[in-house]
Structures are given as C-alpha cells and as structure tokens.
C-alpha cells in the first residue's frame, strides 16, 4: 500500500529555513508524480513543487520559485521540501501527495493525486 509520512515543520522566524521530508513506501518514486502542497486556514489548497511522471521535470509555484528546492533520494525512499527565506504567508500545513497515471506539467494542481500524507504544521512568524 502506498504510503508517505511528512515531517520536518515547525516555528521559525521570518528569513529562515526549514526542510520538510516525505517518507514514502509501498512503490518506487521514479514511477509517480510526487507534489508538495499546502493549505493555509481559509485558503484552498495549493501547488508548492512537483515532479512529473511524464517529463520528469520539476515545477514550482511561482510564489516560491527561487526560495524552495524539491528533491529526492532514491537510496532512501525519501523526497524532500528545501524552503529558504521564509516569508510569513508560507504559513500552512504542507502534504506530500503521489499519483501513478502519467501526470505531467499539471502536477501542481492537487486533484491529480490521490494518495497523501498526513501534513506537518509550517509556521513562520516573529
């Protein structure tokens, strides 16, 4: 069965950095889609980072681009939500999700995924 597990949130201070990991087990990576998400209180859920099925290619938000790093490591089962310079709307709750259709530069919308983690709690203030 497909599994993943998220860890790795917590407090920090505006400027600062977290890494979120997923743990995944139940299927190989390279065969899924696998996308982080979040959901701030009273927002939708959104697309932070993805990587495709398809193409392979990785996407990010344009809110995030250049601040967060997708990545995984394969010998652990394992990817990863590197977030530097944190701002104070990077608030939410952050899931890990997997699809095994082909998903390709659509990976950062949530509908696509049916398999997810139970979120970790990201909280970025002074």
């Known amino acids: 069965q497909v599994q993943l597990v998220e860890s790795g949130g917590g407090l920090v201070q505006p400027g600062g950095s977290l890494r979120l990991s997923c743990a995944a087990s139940?299927?190989?990576?390279?065969?899924?889609?696998i996308g982080w998400f979040r959901q701030a209180p009273g927002k939708e859920r959104e697309g932070v980072s993805c990587?495709?099925?398809?193409?392979?290619?990785?996407y990010y938000a344009d809110s995030v681009k250049g601040r967060f790093t997708f990545s995984r490591d394969n010998a652990k089962n394992t990817v990863y939500l590197q977030m530097n310079s944190l701002k104070p709307e990077d608030t939410a709750v952050y899931y890990c999700?997997?699809?095994?259709?082909?998903?390709?530069?659509?990976?950062?919308?949530?509908?696509?995924?049916?398999?997810w983690g139970q979120g970790t709690q990201v909280t970025i203030s002074s």
């Open positions: 990587i495709s099925s398809s193409d392979s290619n990785t």
């Open positions: 139940g299927f190989t990576l390279d065969d899924y889609a």
């Open positions: 999700a997997a699809e095994d259709t082909p998903v390709g530069s659509s990976c950062l919308r949530w509908y696509w995924f049916d398999s």
